[in-house]
């Protein structure tokens, strides 16, 4: 992805804790967003970020440093169906509507 | 039931033969996007439109076009493909997206597309 930097790929076991890592260039940032993302399947919205801060929202946490061009999404007890890959997406104010994907951190769940 | 309708789901051309792939959302929504993913790459943005009659280039729009006739659909447009447009399309689209709003993407079921 343009501008926006995660890891391939990440393994955990199940029960487990993974943060993934997110980071991105901060000039005409508007807005984070984490997307998930099943093989085969379409992605599907997880959270949003604009201000800084932990949002928390069941087994899955998202946090955004604005000043540090820095995300992560932290899931929680992990389970197998959380296998999947993880997207992070910034928004940017250079063009309304223009949002860029990274490419994508590929978690994966074993017993 | 709410919902981004893509077709074909997989479609198999030759080099230069036009072709159009069909996006409808049934969700009012303004704003709407088309995505190519390659692995490696991740998603990356063709074209959006903010609201009818308007669109606008995203990161990879070289070799594509599209319209916004209507609120409810945005076709993709491939005038003469090439081998380097196949890869897996999804059409997107949401309330709104601006400095005041942000919303969440709703996904189409995605075009798997190769071209020989």
């Known amino acids: 992805g343009q501008n926006i930097d995660q890891p391939t790929e990440m393994t955990a076991t199940e029960g487990a804790i993974v943060q993934i890592n997110c980071t991105y260039q901060?000039?005409?940032?508007?807005?984070l967003f984490w997307y998930q993302q099943h093989a085969g399947e379409a992605p599907t919205f997880l959270s949003y970020?604009?201000?800084?801060g932990l949002e928390e929202k069941g087994r899955f946490s998202s946090f955004l440093s604005r000043s540090k061009g820095y995300s992560y999404l932290l899931l929680k007890e992990l389970q197998m169906k959380d296998s999947a890959s993880y997207l992070c997406?910034?928004?940017?104010?250079?063009?309304?509507?223009?949002?860029?994907f990274g490419a994508g951190t590929q978690v994966v769940v074993t017993p | 039931e709410a919902q981004v309708t893509q077709n074909p789901r997989y479609l198999i051309t030759v080099t230069g033969k036009k072709l159009t792939v069909t996006c409808s959302q049934n969700?009012?929504?303004?704003?709407m996007s088309w995505y190519r993913q390659d692995p490696g790459l991740g998603l990356r943005q063709i074209y959006y439109?903010?609201?009818?009659?308007?669109?606008d280039k995203g990161d990879v729009p070289e070799g594509y076009k599209v319209s916004r006739k209507e609120k409810r659909n945005f076709p993709l447009i491939l005038e003469s493909p090439s081998p380097n447009q196949t890869s897996l399309y999804f059409c997107?689209?949401?309330?709104?997206?601006?400095?005041?709003?942000?919303?969440?993407?709703?996904f189409g079921s995605g075009t798997q597309l190769s071209v020989l």
């Open positions: 439109s903010m609201n009818v009659e308007v669109t």
């Open positions: 969700m009012n929504h303004e704003y």
């Open positions: 997107a689209s949401s309330f709104r997206q601006g400095a005041a709003t942000n919303e969440k993407l709703f």
């Open positions: 901060t000039s005409g940032f508007n807005g």
């Open positions: 970020n604009v201000l800084d």
């Open positions: 997406a910034r928004l940017t104010t250079d063009s309304w509507g223009k949002l860029q």
